[in-house]
Nanobody
Framework: QVQLVESGGGLVQPGGSLRLSCAAS????????MGWYRQAPGKERELVAL???????NYAGSVKGRFTISRDNAKNTVYLQMNSLKPEDTAVYYC?????????WGQGTQVTVSS
């Protein structure tokens, strides 16, 4: 069993930055693929970024060059640094964990980009 708790969301102006954190407990964090998804109103949930246990990273094309995913296995935490934020980045951001057998999701944190 894996529990995921996100933090760091909020309201930011276009061009601003936010850093999301996801603290994980339960199954061995270092062996899990971790990531972030987001869901905007009226849209399907979409991948933002993934980081494997070995450190391989994938980004959605819409965030590449602006967002950076990282993990700290000593703290059981995954981060999403978001720079140059745009109004279209507004969404609920969900932390994700894949143990190799089961997916887990956090409850989400709201990110709103607006002037």
């Amino acid at each position: 069993q894996v529990q995921l708790v996100e933090s760091g969301g909020g309201l930011v102006q276009p061009g601003g930055s936010l850093r999301l954190s996801c603290a994980a407990s339960g199954s061995s964090f270092s062996r899990n693929t971790m990531g972030w998804y987001r869901q905007a109103p009226g849209k399907e949930r979409e991948l933002v970024a993934l980081i494997s246990s070995g450190g391989s990273i994938n980004y959605a094309g819409s965030v590449k060059g602006r967002f950076t995913i990282s993990r700290d296995n000593a703290k059981n935490t995954v981060y999403l640094q978001m720079n140059s934020l745009k109004p279209e980045d507004t969404a609920v951001y969900y932390c994700y964990a894949w143990t190799g057998w089961v997916n887990y999701w956090g409850q989400g944190t709201q990110v709103t980009v607006s002037s």
